[in-house]
């Protein structure tokens, strides 16, 4: 079994800077991608960072130069950069990873999301 674990969401002020981390645990073989979604209120979740193995990485357009994705490969763990946060960045972010348990069994996995609030 494998396991994605968020943490790092909170409340800030508009302008202000947050940082998520996320850590797989549990039975890996290896990581490919791993991202970063999230999903507004009343919202369909969409992408907001990615970073490949080999360390490509890819932003929302929403985001870009304000948030940065990096990753720590001896750690299993997914870093988001937060800054210059805006009210529309309030949302539950959601960890992701495309996990492998052996050399040919992967799957998407999920955390189970974190709460960031933007107050203006």
């Known amino acids: 079994q494998v396991q994605l674990v968020e943490s790092g969401g909170g409340l800030v002020q508009a302008g202000g800077s947050l940082i998520l981390s996320c850590t797989a645990s549990?039975?890996?073989?290896?990581?490919?991608?791993m991202g970063w979604y999230r999903q507004a209120p009343g919202k369909q979740r969409e992408l907001v960072a990615l970073?490949?193995?080999?360390?490509?990485?890819n932003y929302a357009d929403s985001v870009k130069g304000r948030f940065s994705i990096s990753r720590d490969k001896t750690k299993n763990t997914v870093f988001l950069q937060m800054n210059s946060l805006k009210p529309e960045d309030t949302a539950v972010y959601y960890c992701?990873?495309?996990?492998?348990?052996?050399?040919?069994?992967?799957?998407?996995?999920w955390g189970q999301g974190t709460k960031v609030t933007v107050s203006s």
């Open positions: 992701n990873a495309y996990i492998y348990r052996s050399s040919t069994r992967g799957a998407d996995s």
């Open positions: 549990g039975s890996i073989f290896s990581i490919d991608d």
């Open positions: 970073i490949t193995r080999g360390g490509s990485t």
